[in-house]
């Protein structure tokens, strides 16, 4: 069965500090992996996919993530983190069933 | 496009009360994703639905979850009798196609549910 794993449950930072956020996934065949954010009181949004081609993905707002298919993983990242990247971060994963598997969540706080 | 529509926003209700949550997806999606959010379990699954038909149940917590979709623009979930562990953010999602790289899952609002 797919599963997600995100390692840090609560990360806080100082802003410009470098974000790193871990993501692991299960599943043996073929993924397509995300990354959602959730602001403060509001609904998911997508920052991220992959699916194919460069495992190094860019999305909105300066997000990054990396795709390693031998460690099962796709770490989000962000050089400089903001006071306004304070929000919820979930990992997830599609097999080619089409369900859509969510890790934990990641909470960053970003202290100005 | 007016995005994923969800209602109610919020509801409150007494324990042993049936609860509707109502969803209509963005027009043209043939996908449809209901999903709770608690802090213990974070975003888990319920049901999915594919050109009107549930694919995948399996996360539904038990029978007194049930969910429909007798057409391409309305999906429910209901719970009866509801419970206060029922407790949640129930979010709906819909996407076009879950195989393409075009594809991208649109959330609704969701709909806090509280059960006293």
């Known amino acids: 069965a797919q599963s997600v794993s995100q390692h840090n449950h609560h990360v806080i930072l100082s802003e410009a500090a470098s974000l790193e956020l871990g993501c692991n996934y299960s599943?043996?065949?073929?993924?397509?992996l995300f990354w959602y954010v959730q602001y403060p009181g509001q609904h998911l949004q997508l920052l991220l996919k992959?699916?194919?081609?460069?495992?190094l993905v860019k999305g909105i707002k300066g997000f990054e993530a990396e795709f390693i298919k031998s460690k099962f993983s796709f770490n989000l990242r962000k050089p400089s983190v903001q006071w306004s990247d304070t929000a919820e971060y979930f990992c997830?994963?599609?097999?080619?069933?089409?369900?859509?598997?969510f890790g934990q969540g990641t909470t960053l706080q970003v202290k100005p | 496009d007016a995005g994923v529509i969800q209602s109610p926003r919020h509801e409150v209700t007494e324990m042993g009360q049936e609860v509707t949550l109502r969803c209509k997806p963005i027009?043209?999606?043939?996908?449809l994703f209901w999903y709770r959010q608690t802090m213990m379990r974070g975003l888990e699954l319920l049901i999915y639905?594919?050109?009107?038909?549930?694919?995948?149940d399996s996360g539904m917590p038990e029978d007194r979850f049930s969910a429909k979709m007798p057409n391409a623009s309305f999906s429910t979930l209901k719970i009866q009798p509801s419970e206060p562990r029922d407790s949640a953010v129930y979010f709906c999602?819909?996407?076009?196609?879950?195989?393409?790289?075009?594809?991208?899952?649109?959330f609704g609002a969701g709909s806090r549910l509280t059960v006293l």
């Open positions: 599943y043996g065949g073929t993924v397509n």
């Open positions: 639905f594919n050109n009107n038909v549930p694919i995948d």
């Open positions: 992959y699916f194919s081609g460069d495992p």
């Open positions: 027009s043209g999606h043939d996908y």
């Open positions: 999602a819909s996407s076009r196609d879950v195989f393409s790289g075009a594809n991208v899952l649109t």
């Open positions: 997830a994963v599609t097999s080619n069933t089409g369900k859509l598997i």
